[in-house]
């Protein structure tokens, strides 16, 4: 029997070399606009250039572009990267990265264009110099972005997961009188379907559905959560736990 075709997957315009490898949190987008998408990739290494812009013109042709952002020191290695559009024409970016001094590691958050004016056009050197970082106590894996509801208000937060085995909660708060800056907050306080795990999240995704929201949170040792959450009050979370294995071993 003949196979069906795919219809409407996407296909390889180019591709673009890289002077280092990624990895699977290497790599964020965005639309800033209906004709405007935003991409970056971060690279490994610990010498050299470490994140790259990719734009795409009205030809479907590519240009991948160098960008300097502030306080990544050479030595320093990326670990993950993450942005979101901050309407109408700017974007908040974080790079979580690991610095090595002398044998003692010491892990970032920096964050990228939370004080830009948004008003003003899209420009990568405004967001690049405008940054802020924050210290952590555990090495760093996945970096993503969510949004939480507040006082009847959608806000967008990120979280990031590491071997510690918690999720950490990044607000960006202040207003038109407060300077913008960011702050951890308790992942108790606005992911309760994300406390007692297991093992440390090396893969997490949320959805939106109204009110409620779609937790899957992949850890180490095979574990599988998905759980639904009301946002509004925080209270009624349904979990189901899933233990799955990585191969069957057959006798």
């Not at 990044?170 to 994300?194: D, H, T």
């Amino acid at each position: 029997m003949a196979l069906l075709k795919p219809v409407g997957l996407f296909h390889e315009l180019q591709f673009l070399k890289l002077s280092q490898q990624s990895n699977i949190y290497g790599l964020s987008s965005f639309e800033l606009s209906e004709d405007s998408t935003k991409v970056v990739v971060a690279t490994l290494g610990r010498l050299g250039e470490k994140i790259f812009s990719v734009e795409v013109n009205k030809l479907h042709v590519p240009k991948l572009q160098s960008l300097d952002f502030s306080y990544i020191p050479a030595d320093a290695e990326i670990i993950a990267i993450d942005m979101y559009a901050k309407p109408p024409n700017s974007a908040v970016i974080g790079v979580a990265l690991i610095k090595e001094n002398a044998a003692v590691k010491q892990a970032f958050l920096n964050v990228y264009g939370v004080r830009v004016n948004t008003a003003a056009s899209f420009n990568w050197t405004s967001i690049a110099d405008d940054w802020q970082t924050l210290p952590l106590n555990f090495v760093p894996f996945q970096l993503t972005h969510t949004q939480i509801l507040v006082s009847d208000q959608w806000e967008t937060v990120l979280l990031l997961s590491g071997d510690d085995m918690r999720l950490h909660v990044f607000r960006l708060i202040g207003n038109a009188e407060q300077e913008y800056a960011v702050y951890e907050e308790p992942c108790k306080s606005w992911f309760p379907e994300m406390l007692d795990l297991p093992s440390s999240v090396t893969c997490m995704d949320f959805r939106q559905c109204g009110n409620q929201r779609l937790t899957v949170a992949a850890c180490q040792g095979s574990y599988v959560r998905f759980s639904i959450t009301d946002v509004t009050t925080l209270s009624k979370t349904v979990n189901q736990l899933f233990l799955v294995p990585l191969y069957t071993h057959h006798s």
